[in-house]
């Protein structure tokens, strides 16, 4: 009996184990690589090929200004998107979970078809789309900070994001709005509420778990988003902190995995902390997502 | 406030949820809706509440058709069978809510929540939030919730059907007191018969959409107008019957299927020239005798505190009556019936219409 319950409890710890091992071989070779000159293996070497050449010399490019300066760039592309992403998502999401009118369903099921539509598909039409906008006097590249929301900005490129996160967002926030009883909402109603006012101080305080989940969703999307700014912030001043990665790639000089690992785990440090203290929220999200059947 | 619903409808699709409704509801009466779950009564209080829109017909308040008036501008307080309280909300921003959104002075919410929260004895949870708080209190914070904007209408939806059977009774008088002292004109939504016949002062019964009596209490158990009325109010719920009428000298009798026959008094003709009718009769107006009466078997008894419920049978047929506990009755015994003639309903087997009031 003793045995039987060890066994079955030790099991499930022991296959997850296995399973996860790449990828905890992955972050600790980074971590250990970011230490040394070279390493081989997990082994960090000295010219000598014995253990040793540890260094902190990967570190730094910290000194240099442009990490900072896309980091601060990469901030405002994940708040911008996470803002942006929740705002849309919240009020979509409850007409269509709340109100009926002509084409809810085929809003519906057209968002859950974009969903499954790879963004790297529409890189090409959206290039043409931002070009577009950058056309427009001050709105394409006019405003401070995010530059603009035309082609090569920071406003374009959240513009891009947030859309390609609607979907997503959307079929969320309405499966945390089905799930709040009708009868709140017609109270506030009745008790004198206008639809608005019942939205902003009733709903959204029933829904907070899912917009936490959205929010820290979201903002991990946009802190670790590659392919949108790399393709639509062509100047290096521009760019996020995924793309500086992806500089020191593609540089004709020999590849400097120490620095390259230390700047991978620069980007990732942030997300790990965050995701430490947020994943009850980030439960809920998968949670509440199940709910989101029309 | 006088309410008066005019033929309203309302369709769900194809489906009418409520179909022709006409009510007239007087200046501070209470109207309980009855009827089975699924028959449109809710619909109705939400088409007065003015969260749906009628596909037909007028909602009149006084003299105003408020149709198309938003739910704020009706003046009416709702209580909801699930309380509907406000959840991230403390029992105090509960009852301040309506009064916030009325932009009253804020010393004035102040003592006005607390003067409704002492009149419903909730006055010393002002603090907590609508979690804490047991289904009882919180029914309680609901109906302040809907009170204290004196409202010139209360609605009510089936709000004692999550509590206890004790807590209900206690409820049901506190609810039929304050709306007396008041005077607020109130709908209320049920479908428990015995919460219709003790609060309200007329009853709306409705069946599939359909309005199916609308009257007093008294009168809704004594002269149901319909087979579905006579079916529904009452409990024990009353004996129904084939019977075939047949005169002789003047005297009409109900024959039973088994042969045994009654007389039909002249006070309860039946209106109708048909021969196999329907006749209903009450439990309580059923008694063992010693005497002359229809013959039947016990099957068994079951006891109800007050009176014993027994249920015989003769022949094919199944009768329940009321019995005095103290009248030792056991299953299988033989028991004579004797029938409260006086109280004999007649109706129509095709129409399901009263053959006696209508």
Not at chain 1, 185 to 200: H, P, V
Not at chain 2, 71 to 84: C, E, L, N, T, W
Not at chain 2, 332 to 345: A, G, P, R, S
């Amino acid at each position: 009996m003793k045995i039987k319950t060890f066994f079955s409890k030790s099991f499930p710890i022991v296959l997850l184990t296995v399973l996860t091992l790449p990828i905890i071989l992955g972050f600790l070779w980074i971590l250990i690589s970011t230490f040394s000159t070279r390493a081989y293996g997990l082994l960090p070497v000295g010219p000598d090929g014995k253990f040793g050449g540890l260094t902190l010399n990967n570190w730094q490019f910290l000194s240099d200004k442009a990490i900072w300066y896309v980091t601060l760039n990469t901030f405002i592309l994940a708040t911008g998107l996470t803002i942006g992403v929740v705002a849309v998502s919240a009020m979509a999401g409850y007409s269509l979970s709340r109100i009926k009118f002509p084409g809810r369903k085929g809003i519906l099921s057209l968002s859950l078809v974009l969903h499954a539509f790879p963004s790297a598909t529409l890189i090409i039409a959206i290039y043409f789309v931002l070009r577009w906008i950058s056309k427009i006097p001050i709105l394409g590249n006019g405003i401070p900070l995010l530059g603009g929301f035309g082609y090569n900005t920071l406003g374009g490129v959240i513009l891009v994001s947030i859309a390609l996160q609607l979907p997503l967002g959307i079929w969320l926030m309405k499966g945390f709005f089905d799930s709040v009883s009708w009868d709140i909402e017609r109270a506030s109603l009745i008790d004198g509420s206008s639809r608005f006012r019942t939205f902003r101080e009733i709903m959204i305080p029933q829904i907070k778990p899912g917009i936490a989940a959205l929010s820290i969703f979201s903002f991990i999307q946009g802190w670790s988003s590659f392919i949108i700014p790399y393709s639509f912030m062509t100047s290096a001043s521009k760019a996020t902190v995924g793309t500086y990665l992806n500089n020191l790639l593609t540089e004709s000089a020999p590849v400097n995995y120490g620095e390259l690992a230390a700047v991978g785990l620069f980007q990732l440090l942030p997300v790990l902390v965050f995701y430490i203290f947020t994943q009850k929220y980030l439960l809920s999200i998968f949670a509440g997502g199940v709910k989101g059947t029309s | 406030m006088k309410i008066k619903l005019d033929n309203l409808t309302k369709h769900f699709g194809k489906v009418a949820a409520v179909n022709d409704l006409t009510l007239d509801i007087k200046d501070g009466e209470f109207v309980a809706l009855l009827g089975p779950s699924g028959c449109g009564k809710t619909t109705t209080m939400l088409m007065i509440a003015g969260i749906y829109k009628p596909t037909k017909g007028q909602i009149i308040f006084e003299d105003n058709i408020v149709n198309q008036w938003a739910p704020k501008d009706r003046h009416i307080g709702m209580v909801f069978q699930s309380y509907a309280l406000y959840p991230h909300m403390t029992v105090y921003q509960n009852l301040a809510y309506p009064l916030i959104l009325k932009k009253r002075p804020k010393e004035e919410i102040k003592i006005e929540s607390q003067k409704v929260a002492d009149l419903l004895g909730i006055g010393h949870l002002m603090d907590r939030k609508p979690g804490q708080l047991s289904g009882g209190q919180q029914q309680r914070v609901a109906l302040g919730r809907a009170l204290i904007k004196k409202p010139q209408v209360l609605l009510f939806d089936e709000p004692l059907s999550n509590l206890d059977a004790r807590l209900r009774i206690t409820m049901r008088s506190m609810i039929k007191k304050l709306q007396k002292d008041l005077g607020i004109t109130s709908i209320y939504v049920t479908h428990d018969q015995v919460e219709a016949m003790t609060m309200a002062d007329r009853i709306a019964v409705m069946k599939d959409g359909v309005l199916q009596a609308f009257t007093d209490p008294e009168d809704l158990h004594d002269r149901p107008r319909t087979l579905f009325v006579a079916q529904f109010v009452g409990n024990p719920p009353m004996n129904l019957f084939d019977v075939e009428l047949k005169e002789q000298d003047g005297i009409l009798s109900a024959i039973f299927g088994s042969g045994a026959s009654i007389q039909i008094p002249n006070e309860r003709r039946p209106k109708t020239s048909k021969k196999i009718i329907k006749m209903g009769i009450r439990p309580q107006d059923i008694h063992s005798t010693n005497g002359t009466g229809l013959e039947s078997v016990i099957s068994f008894v079951e006891p109800m505190g007050r009176d014993n419920l027994i249920v015989t049978s003769m022949g094919e047929l199944d009768i329940h009556f009321l019995e005095d506990p103290g009248i030792k009755l056991n299953a299988d015994d033989k028991v004579k019936l004797k029938f409260d003639l006086n109280t004999l309903q007649f109706f129509d087997k095709e129409t399901e219409l009263s053959l006696l009031w209508t």
